[in-house]
């Protein structure tokens, strides 16, 4: 009976970040299990430059020092030479981690069990196969069944055979619906000819699959210069918008967003758990900042028109502010700057929520 050293239950993002940066080529035997590990997935990573994103800027394909906010006839404008806009794609982000890996299987099977036995553990998996391990590392997705807020979104990656004129990223554009919660379009110019076009939904609930389409369609129709396009690919994802206790006990450890590396306010991850993983200081982030994230997502599960509380944010603040509050890395003014764009009944009712739970 072969029992593995590390024994990766999923492998996303997280998964393949660990096994480079803690086990690649090291004297370990490894196992990788995920059903969907050759698939064509290839959803995007976005994040803002920082110190600690730097020695993976080679795999970056795509960045934009600046980007922009929709609301009504308001436009936001941010600019960032120094923190620019980047994205990494999962395909690449797979190979850079497990380029000229040497102790590395993979079982392209979902995981029905885990059991801990001595001091192993076994894994079931959907074929009935038992894989054995000393350590696991568990990135399987959270479950969507919480009835805390999430982030929900279905994206298209269109080809203009005529080229289009957009430069800056969209990070939010609200000139959609709102009668689902919030909601809006995300657009990223890749190159000439190709957009990224998601529809983005803050909310409870998921919606069925057809909603967000007609969205992105519509969006496509009524705000962007184009007439004829192709969808050429596409991506989709929910992401906690609550906080996660991890379950972690011995040599059983949940990453990624199941590990509660998600910055709650916002839905950003990958970029957290390579700080995460990369930081000697446990608390990657502060408690201030968890605290305003906590204080940020009641406002958002309680209030309508939060649409412009993003907005009223972004104009409070220049574009170096506001990436390095998204990222985690803001100084004390900047924060005072985003809580006074928000609501101060509204603030204080979400603070109290908090505090009375």
Known sequence: MKI????????????????KLKYHNKNFSIIGIDKNFNKSRNNFFAFWMTDWMVPFKSIVKNQWSKWEFYYQKQKITHESIASPYCVIRYQDWKKFCLADGHNFSIKENNTIKIKKKDDFFEITLDNEEKVYSKKIYDSRSVDIEHDGLKQHFIGNIITVSNGHQIKNARLMDFRVKQDQGLHFIYLLPLDDNRLLVESTVFSKFLLDPSWYKNQISTYIN???????????????GVLPMFEINSQNKGNYVQIGAKGGATKISSGYAFSFFLKQLTSKDKNYQSYWDKWMDKIFVKYLENNDKSDEIFMKMAEKLNGEEFSSFMMGNAKFITKLKTISAMPKIGFIKSYLRIVLN
């Open 4 to 19: 593995y050293d590390i024994a990766f239950v999923g492998m996303g993002a997280s998964a393949l970040g660990t096994y």
């Open 222 to 236: 009524e705000n962007l210069d184009i007439e004829k396009y192709e969808i050429t690919d596409s991506e989709q």
